[in-house]
């Protein structure tokens, strides 16, 4: 059974860069699709960047491309997403979550097919 503890969160200054970290525990990534989800206030919760466990394929949203980039170590059972060039929207609780379908592209980072959900941590942009 999958678990997703989320670490690497905290203020930064715009412009500056942040890491975070996902500690999956219980199974092996190579059966999951992992990723970066964000909620701000009075905003629903959004996809990020998102990676095939398996195969390595990666997905980031339009806003995040250039400025984000997501990696994992199976070795570790790690997921990060390196994040550059923050802005102050950016600042949102980012959670890591997985689904479990490893096997296509289809749907890649959407809410809909994600079972397995960290307790997220807060990113704040601010000067």
């Known amino acids: 059974q999958l678990q997703l503890v989320e670490s690497g969160g905290g203020l930064v200054q715009p412009g500056g860069s942040l890491r975070l970290s996902c500690a999956a525990s219980g199974v092996t990534l190579d059966n999951y699709r992992l990723g970066w989800f964000r909620q701000a206030p009075g905003k629903e919760r959004e996809g990020v960047s998102c990676?095939?466990?398996?195969?390595?394929?990666?997905y980031y949203a339009d806003s995040m491309k250039g400025r984000f980039t997501i990696s994992r170590d199976n070795a570790k059972n790690t997921v990060y997403l390196q994040m550059n060039s923050l802005k102050p929207e950016d600042t949102a609780v980012y959670y890591c979550?997985?689904?479990?379908?490893?096997?296509?592209?289809?749907?890649?980072?959407?809410?809909?097919?994600?079972?397995?959900w960290g307790q997220g941590t807060q990113v704040t942009v601010s000067s």
């Open positions: 979550a997985a689904d479990q379908r490893w096997w296509t592209n289809l749907n890649m980072c959407a809410i809909s097919t994600v079972n397995y």
């Open positions: 990676i095939n466990g398996r195969y390595g394929r990666t």
